[in-house]
């Protein structure tokens, strides 16, 4: 309330100086009411406006490379992080809530730019699943820690090779040495943001790695 009587104060100050200034006369009684309900309207406006533009869903990556025993996995983490404190998250301005992400994926060789695994759908490991099996489709909520995950590639220990994972329609493949590319789409909420990221599949699991 504080922070909106300011807003009022000072829009009416500009309207004051606005006609001293440009018109050498200042408005009757009757066009104050009507500047002072428009300056209020405009104050009830701006926490809409810029919910509008700086509470959208914003979905953050972070590459990063996991290690368990002698498994080794690539994945990207995701995240949708809260309003930063300030003068937005003062005006109401709140993030939204991920309704649909999901996540597809290709991988061709770094050089060359064949295409070696194509177009994959991926499993999205998320806090909210108990079963830790993964979803094609998820929510993603507004949160400081890392809400969910996608495997990229992994080492298989029985197999000692890098494995691209398998998706409902193509089986696990498997990458030999070399330098990759990592296209990745996130759709988020029918909108689509694609980022890239390199890797190494080398001889041993401590070879694989995320690479700029």
């Not at 400081?144 to 298989?156: E, G, M, Q, R």
Request: glycine content about 6%; proline content about 7%; hydrophobic content about 50%.
């Amino acid at each position: 309330m504080v922070l909106a009587a300011v807003v009022v104060l000072f829009v009416l100050l500009v309207l004051f100086f606005a006609f001293a200034g440009f018109f050498g006369t200042f408005p009757e009684e009757w066009e104050w009411a009507g500047i002072t309900l428009a300056a209020v309207g405009l104050v009830m406006a701006t926490p809409a406006i810029f919910q509008m533009f700086w509470g959208r869903p914003l979905v953050k990556t972070r590459f990063d490379r996991h290690e368990q025993g002698k498994e080794r996995f690539l994945n990207v983490y995701l995240e949708n992080p809260p309003v930063k404190p300030g003068l937005i998250k003062r005006l109401g301005v709140r993030r939204e809530t991920v309704q649909s992400l999901t996540v597809a994926f290709r991988i061709s060789e770094a050089g060359s730019g064949k295409i070696i695994a194509p177009i994959r759908h991926a499993r999205i490991y998320s806090d909210d699943d108990p079963t830790d099996t993964g979803s094609p489709r998820i929510s993603l909520p507004p949160t400081h820690s890392v809400a969910a995950c996608i495997l990229v590639v992994y080492w298989d220990t029985d197999l000692n090779k890098a494995v691209v994972p398998a998706d409902r329609l193509r089986p696990l493949l498997i990458l030999e040495p070399g330098y990759y590319l990592a296209s990745i789409a996130l759709i988020v909420d029918g909108e689509s943001e694609d980022i890239q990221r390199r890797f190494v599949v080398g001889q041993s699991a401590d070879d694989l790695v995320w690479s700029n």
